[in-house]
């Protein structure tokens, strides 16, 4: 498993988005055109998910996992 400042990811994520706002689109991610894992507890019932940082250091697109995001080789992956 590959984590790379993920404690700071997810609390830059969390205080941005509220309990009213689950949208996470156009927050901010650390690493640039590579895909992340993230969770936030009131979000995806607490469940991680999977995003890719757009060029602009900002989430472009996610995808809700069922359980837990983990890495495999260079590829993240949901389940």
Known sequence: ???ISLAAII???AVITGADDPGIIGHPC?????GEC???PNY?????F????GPDYTITTYWDCDN???FDGPYARCY
């Open 1 to 3: 498993m590959k984590f």
């Open 11 to 13: 609390m830059s994520v």
């Open 68 to 70: 837990d995001c983990w």
């Open 30 to 34: 650390a690493q640039a055109g590579k």
């Open 50 to 53: 999977l995003f890719v940082c």
């Open 38 to 40: 993230g969770s936030l």
């Open 44 to 48: 995806n019932d607490g469940h991680w």
